[in-house]
C-alpha cells in the first residue's frame, strides 16, 4: 500500500510547465537584445528628428511663448513680435534664445542645457513611444504586427510619461530664457538669467526641486493627448500615402509623404492642446508660487475663452515645416542605421 504522501502526491494535479513552452536562455538573450537594441536605434532617430525640430522650429516656438506670456497690449500679433523681438534682440540672439552656442554661435556655452530640450524631448518621446507599442501589443492582440488607429494613439499617450519626468525642467529653463529677452533692461542692467544652469540654479535656491519641476502635471496634460493625436495621425496618414504593388503589398513611403504625414501630425498635436500650452507657459514663468486652478481663472477672466490662443498662428506655422523635418530626420535616421547595423 502506497504511503499517503506518495498518494497525495499522485492525485494531485501537477502543477510543472513544460519545458518546451518556457524560452531558452539563448532566446531570451535574443529577445533582450533585440528590444534593446530597438529602443536605442528610436532614441538615436528621435534626437536626430529633434536636432532638425530645433534648426526650423525653435523662432516660431519663441514667438508664441512670448505672445502666450506677455502682457495685453505689448504684441499686436505675430509678426509685431517678431519685429520687436529683431528690433530689441537682433536676429539671432533674439529668434534663437534659449539654443546653445553650437547651434548659433552668439549664446552662452551653458545655454547648451535648453537646446538640449527639444532634440532630448523628441527623442524621449520617440523611444517612449516604442515602449508604449511594446506594452500595447503584451496587453492587446496586434495583427499581423499593424497596431489599430486606438493602439497607437495608447502608445503616444504613453510615451508622454517618460518624456514629462525628463524633459519638464528642460521646458521650464527654455521658457524663462525665451521671455526675458522681453523686459526693457536700464543701463548697465543685466538679464536675470545667464543661461540654462544659472536658470537651474536660481530655480533650485528659490523653492527646490519642486521649483524646478514646476508645471509638469499641465505638460503631462499637454503631452499626453497631444502624442496620441500626433502618432495616430502620423501613422494613419503614413499607411494611407503607402503605395501598394498589384498585390496588395506595401511599397517604399516617399520622403515629400513623409513631409506631409509629419506636418499634419503637429498640426493636429497642436490644434488638439493648445490650451493647455498656454496654461503651461504662464504657470512655469509666472512670478510667485501659482497654482493651476489660478492661472486657469485669471486666463478666462482676462478675455474668456481667446485668452487660452495668444501664439496659435505661430505653433501652426512652426508645426508643418518642424515636424515634417522631424519625421523625415527619424526616417532616414532608420534607414541609416538598418543599412549600418542591419
Not at 46 to 67: S, Y
Not at 115 to 141: I, M
Not at 291 to 312: D, I, N
Request: aromatic residues 8%.
Amino acid at each position: 500500500m502506497p504511503s499517503s504522501s506518495s498518494s497525495s502526491s499522485s492525485s494531485s494535479p501537477s502543477t510543472s510547465i513544460p519545458s518546451d513552452v518556457l524560452p531558452s536562455k539563448e532566446e531570451l538573450k535574443e529577445d533582450v537584445s533585440a528590444a534593446a537594441k530597438s529602443n536605442l536605434r528610436s532614441f538615436v532617430a528621435g534626437g536626430v528628428g529633434g536636432v532638425c525640430a530645433v534648426i526650423v522650429g525653435h523662432p516660431f516656438d519663441l514667438i508664441k511663448v512670448r505672445l502666450q506670456t506677455a502682457e495685453r497690449g505689448v504684441y499686436n500679433g505675430a509678426i509685431d513680435a517678431v519685429r520687436k523681438t529683431v528690433a530689441r534682440e537682433g536676429l539671432a540672439r533674439g529668434l534663437y534664445a534659449g539654443v546653445s552656442a553650437p547651434l548659433v554661435g552668439v549664446t552662452p556655452m551653458s545655454q547648451w542645457l535648453t537646446w538640449n530640450e527639444e532634440w532630448r524631448s523628441v527623442a524621449v518621446s520617440f523611444w517612449g513611444y516604442d515602449l508604449g507599442k511594446g506594452l500595447v501589443k503584451r496587453f492587446s492582440t496586434v495583427h499581423n504586427d499593424q497596431y489599430s488607429v486606438g493602439q497607437i494613439s495608447a502608445a503616444g499617450f504613453f510615451s508622454a510619461i517618460p518624456m514629462t519626468i525628463i524633459t519638464a525642467p528642460f521646458e521650464r529653463v527654455k521658457v524663462l530664457l525665451q521671455i526675458q529677452g522681453q523686459k526693457q533692461l536700464g543701463p548697465g542692467q543685466k538679464p536675470k538669467y545667464n543661461g540654462g544652469i544659472d536658470v537651474v540654479r536660481q530655480l533650485y535656491r528659490e523653492g527646490g526641486i519642486r521649483s524646478v519641476y514646476r508645471g509638469s502635471a499641465a505638460t503631462l496634460a499637454r503631452d499626453g493627448p497631444g502624442s496620441a493625436a500626433y502618432f495616430a495621425t502620423y501613422e494613419y496618414l503614413k499607411r494611407r500615402l503607402t503605395p501598394k504593388d498589384e498585390h496588395g503589398n506595401p511599397g517604399a513611403l516617399s520622403l515629400p509623404a513623409v513631409s506631409v504625414a509629419g506636418g499634419a501630425a503637429g498640426v493636429a498635436m497642436w490644434t488638439a492642446v493648445f490650451p493647455v500650452d498656454t496654461v503651461k507657459s504662464r504657470l512655469q514663468t509666472a512670478e510667485g508660487n501659482p497654482t493651476l486652478a489660478g492661472v486657469v481663472r485669471e486666463l478666462y477672466a482676462r478675455a474668456g475663452v481667446r485668452a487660452f490662443f495668444p501664439g496659435f498662428g505661430p505653433a501652426i506655422a512652426r508645426a508643418v515645416p518642424a515636424n515634417a523635418v522631424t519625421f523625415v530626420g527619424v526616417e532616414l535616421a532608420h534607414q541609416a542605421m538598418n543599412k549600418m547595423f542591419g
